[in-house]
């Protein structure tokens, strides 16, 4: 195990293409594309690029799969309902809807109130769409609601 990792560090510090390693003088090139192979020069590229191309065409893909589906961490709040993005660690930044206890990011309830006000509506839940309550008392009752019906967010 170790030796193939010796050799992997040589393979890394050598051209591909002829072999000479990366002394003081020499500095190598690492490819463009997949930056898995160095050249000591641009005539060993092109000579190597029949050889290469075909590995250097499956890590390009994996590498730009790689930043597509890079996922955002996660907070241990959960994910907003509506957009998916992860949840701010602070509670400033999302809203707890007492309608449907459903735990929405800021973006979100914004972008319900601006539809709200452009479409002159009334004030409505963004994921349930049950008016939202009008005094604190309301809010309250409605989170005991979800409470007894045992929702393990509303506690």
């Known amino acids: 195990m170790a030796t193939a990792d010796l050799g ?38 092109r000579d190597h690029i029949p050889k290469h191309l075909q590995v250097c065409k499956k890590r390009a893909s ?7 589906f890079k996922q955002p961490e996660s907070s241990h709040l959960g994910d907003c309902q509506i957009c998916c ?18 735990r929405l990011c800021n973006g979100c309830m914004y972008a319900n109130k601006l ?6 509506l009334e004030e409505t839940c963004p994921f349930c769409r049950q ?6 008392e309301e809010a309250k009752m409605n989170l005991m609601r979800r409470i007894e019906a045992n929702d393990p967010i509303a506690t």
């Open 8 to 45: 992997a560090e040589v393979a890394e510090m050598c051209c591909a293409s002829c072999g000479i390693a990366e002394i003081d003088g020499i500095k190598l090139m690492e490819c463009n594309v997949c930056d898995l192979v160095r050249y000591c020069s641009v005539k060993c590229q």
């Open 85 to 102: 993005l992860p949840l701010s660690i602070y509670k400033k930044n999302f809203t707890l809807c007492s309608c449907c206890s459903k």
């Open 62 to 68: 994996e590498l730009r799969d790689e930043i597509l």
């Open 115 to 120: 539809r709200q006000i452009e479409g002159r």
């Open 131 to 136: 008016l939202m309550p009008d005094t604190d």
